[in-house]
């Protein structure tokens, strides 16, 4: 799946979200959600165009999860990172 289109909005409302300044006229928190098992997992990091080794277990936050047949779904992690992930490596663990 490509993400032509990633909502600006969505994540400078994240990123104050991390960073704690969030305000309620900033609109719901993003619920965090963490990558399953231990060791680390390759994931295509679609700023760069190239895979990326990240840590399993790494905070991230879900920016789009894709259409509902989509294995996919485009994450960001707590320390800027932007990746694809598979769905099926994330299991939610509600808000930071």
């Not at 032509?4 to 409302?13: R, S």
């Not at 936050?61 to 485009?74: A, I, N, S």
Request: proline share 2%; aromatic share 8%.
């Amino acid at each position: 799946m490509g993400w032509d289109h990633i909502d600006e909005e969505k994540i400078k409302t994240l990123i104050k979200q991390i960073s704690g300044t969030i305000t309620r006229k900033d609109g719901d928190l993003v619920p965090c959600h963490a990558i399953k098992g231990k060791g680390d997992i390759w994931c295509y990091q679609i700023t760069n165009k190239t895979f990326i080794r990240l840590p399993r277990g790494i905070i991230i936050y879900v920016l789009d999860w894709g259409k509902e047949h989509d294995e996919q779904c485009l994450v960001y992690s707590n320390n800027g990172i932007m990746v694809a992930i598979d769905k099926k490596e994330l299991i939610e663990i509600g808000f930071d």
